[in-house]
């Protein structure tokens, strides 16, 4: 088993596996194919593969006639470029007409590093979910990634899969199966929950380590799909445990933690604290250093579930 990889190479990967099973499927790109990974299914499928060039609004008016004509399609581009220029068409030509189109979005959050606040997507999920009818995923390792990529092609209608630039730690065995809109549970736990997405799961896990050294038992949650949420496990946490650390790589605004307190608050209100980016924008610079910066390592989330037991 790799220890590390990234997402978007997970995609790359599955894209062209997926392409030998089904010849239906079409890729679409923004010029960022070596980036976003689709290259791998250009090398393999070239008449199949569609470089519209720099224009993500034109990519997704393709991508939704290509589906509505009877393709499964899959159209890939940054993650600021997707979610951000390219909303009003993704909104009005493929979720108002539940397009079978595969938004696969790559270089999310600050860990895009270096390029900084204008191209670290971190409202991508708030804008998405608010679609009607979108699925949204986001995979936390590169088994994730492929797994889900393969139960998104299998259902019709429009999915937005959140994607990232940087090579993370593989968390599960390649024979781990996932289901859209059913968490995992990594870790059982009574005193509190962590839900995390993405890249903070593994976070999470670190953090869960550092509580157990506290005499504390925390479950943790890899909600790897932030629409359709999985209510029941959100339920079951909010009844069963004292208290929920929500963790994201997104603005607190609109994503994960938004979406388990509209669970919560609904079924069985319990305290939250929302470990994630606090209403700022993105800068330039290290990976590592900008999750730091931002309050997005396992000490973080240690400190959110303190906070919770203090209260």
Do not use: W
């Not at 909303?87 to 079978?100: Q, V």
């Not at 979005?105 to 999920?125: F, K, R």
């Amino acid at each position: 088993m790799a220890e590390k990889m990234a997402t978007r190479q997970a995609y790359g990967n599955t894209l062209a596996a997926l392409g030998a099973e089904n010849e239906n499927i079409v890729v679409l790109d923004a010029d960022l194919s070596g980036s976003t990974m689709t290259k791998v299914f250009a090398k393999e499928f070239p008449e199949r593969f569609f470089n519209v060039g720099i224009a993500e609004q034109n990519l997704y008016g393709i991508a939704s006639g290509m589906a509505l004509s009877g393709k499964t399609v899959f159209a890939s581009t940054f993650a600021m470029f997707a979610a951000g220029r390219a909303f009003e068409i993704i909104r009005n030509s493929i979720g108002y007409t539940h397009a079978n189109v595969k938004i696969c979005a790559t270089h999310a959050g600050v860990t895009v590093g270096e390029d900084g606040g204008s191209h670290q997507a971190i409202e991508d999920m708030a804008l998405m979910r608010s679609i009607p009818g979108m699925t949204v995923l986001n995979p936390s390792d590169g088994v994730s990634a492929s797994k889900l990529i393969e139960e998104a092609a299998a259902i019709h209608g429009p999915v937005y899969v959140r994607l990232g630039r940087a090579a993370v730690p593989i968390l599960y065995e390649e024979d781990k199966e996932f289901e859209i809109g059913k968490a995992v549970t990594l870790r059982e736990g009574s005193d509190y929950t962590i839900i995390a997405t993405g890249i903070m799961v593994n976070e999470a896990l670190k953090a869960a380590d550092m509580l157990a050294g506290q005499g504390l038992s925390v479950r943790v949650l890899d909600m790897h799909t932030i629409k359709p949420i999985d209510e029941d496990a959100i339920i079951r946490a909010s009844k069963e445990t004292k208290g929920i650390v929500t963790a994201e790589e997104h603005t607190v605004l609109g994503g994960l933690g938004s979406a388990v307190a509209e669970v919560v608050v609904k079924h069985h209100p319990a305290p939250m604290e929302f470990v994630g980016i606090q209403d700022v924008f993105g800068q330039s610079g290290k990976p590592d250093e900008l999750l730091a910066a931002y309050g997005l390592k396992a000490e973080n989330i240690v400190q959110a579930v303190e906070k919770l037991k203090n209260r």
